[in-house]
């Protein structure tokens, strides 16, 4: 069995018939939309650069807040698969500073769609040998780990971030569609 194979399977499959056709005709309103009082969002300063809620490294307040498709969709797009595809794949040089946050829900999905197939080309690439090796000190804890175990932690994200903004979309619908 070639692991890696089932592993861009898995990713695949849940793409190309659950989450991005769930995706299409994503409005801007669905996109910012707050279903709750203090909802984590992307938010955009008067000199049009935009950043999430939730400073990066500090701990998640507990409970966790409930978080907007923008934040969900950009957290996707640059933490789980950009950042990720650029540090183990490219020049590293993809970090929340050096990103353009998406500040519309067409951008949003195009966005995404890059990324993703970023990922998902390189991790097609392969060989068992890269799957084996560890992943270094851009994963901190996880530094000693295989690459394969990265692979299953992205899926498993990009799953459980992707099941949320369909519920999002879905609550969306029910009350103002």
């Known amino acids: 069995m070639i692991w890696r194979a089932e592993v861009v399977d898995q990713l695949d499959l849940y793409w190309d018939h659950h989450l991005a056709p769930r995706l299409a005709g994503l409005t801007d309103d669905e996109y910012f939309w707050e279903p709750v009082k203090d909802c984590w969002s992307l938010r955009t300063a008067a000199d049009g650069r935009a950043s999430l809620d939730g400073a990066e490294g500090d701990r998640d307040p507990d409970p966790p807040p409930v978080t907007t498709i923008a934040w969900r969709m950009t957290h996707v797009s640059f933490h789980v ?38 990922w998902r080309d390189a991790v097609a690439a392969l060989d068992g040998a890269a799957l084996a090796r560890a992943m270094g000190d851009v994963e901190g804890p996880w530094s000693k780990r295989p690459m394969a175990t990265l692979l299953l932690h992205v899926n498993r994200e990009v799953m459980h971030h992707g099941a949320e903004i369909c519920l999002l979309r879905d609550l969306y619908r029910a009350k103002f569609g």
């Open 81 to 118: 698969l950009g950042i990720r595809t650029s540090a183990h794949f490219g020049d590293g040089s993809l970090t929340m500073d050096t990103a353009r946050l998406p500040v519309t829900a067409d951008d949003a999905v195009a966005t995404l769609e890059r990324y993703y197939r970023g």
